[in-house]
C-alpha cells in the first residue's frame, strides 16, 4: 500500500511574515519529505461598491493576478536556488481569503498542514473583520502552525515599529 506524502499549505500575501513561514515550510518540507501547496488569495470583495457595481476594472484585477504570479514565482524561484527544494505548487484563488484556506483548497488538495504567519499585510481587515490567521486557526479543515519566528526560530522583527 503506497503512503500519501504529506501536504504542506503555505497562504502567502508579500508580507514579511507569510515569507518567513514559507522559509519554515521548505525547511519543514525538505526535513519530512513533505508537498507544499504556496497560496495567494486575491479578496474579491474588495471589488465591490455598495451596490454589487464593480470598482475595478477588468485590467486592474488581470495586473493584480500577474503581480501574484510573479511573486509566488519568485518564491518557487528562491527555494530552487538557495535549497534546491523544487516539490512546490503555486496557486492564486479570488474570494475570501479565510474560507479558501480553511475550507476550499483544502478540499480540493487535501493539504494535512497549513503554517502560516501570525500577521499580514492589512491592519484595516484585521480591526474591522478580524485576522485571517485567527480565522484560519480556529475554522481550518487541517492543523496550522502560526509562525512568529524566522527559520532559525528567532523572533521576528516587529513591523511598523510594533512590538
Request: a negative charge.
Amino acid at each position: 500500500m503506497e503512503t500519501k506524502k504529506a501536504s504542506i499549505l503555505v497562504p502567502v500575501d508579500g508580507s514579511e511574515s507569510a515569507e518567513r513561514s514559507f522559509d519554515k515550510a521548505v525547511k519543514i518540507a525538505m526535513t519530512e519529505n513533505a508537498h507544499i501547496d504556496v497560496l495567494s488569495v486575491i479578496d474579491t470583495r474588495q471589488f465591490l461598491g455598495e451596490m454589487q457595481d464593480t470598482l475595478i476594472t477588468g485590467d486592474t484585477v488581470y495586473q493584480m493576478t500577474q503581480d501574484s504570479e510573479k511573486y509566488l514565482k519568485s518564491l518557487k524561484e528562491w527555494a530552487h536556488d538557495n535549497l534546491g527544494f523544487d516539490d512546490i505548487d503555486y496557486h492564486i484563488r479570488y474570494g475570501s481569503p479565510k474560507a479558501i484556506i480553511s475550507y476550499d483548497f483544502i478540499k480540493d488538495h487535501h493539504n494535512d498542514l497549513i503554517i502560516m504567519g501570525a500577521t499580514g499585510l492589512n491592519a484595516v481587515e484585521r480591526m474591522l473583520m478580524g485576522s485571517v490567521t485567527e480565522y484560519v486557526n480556529q475554522h481550518a479543515l487541517a492543523d496550522v502552525l502560526i509562525v512568529r519566528t524566522d527559520v532559525n526560530n528567532n523572533p521576528l522583527k516587529p513591523q511598523n515599529g510594533k512590538k
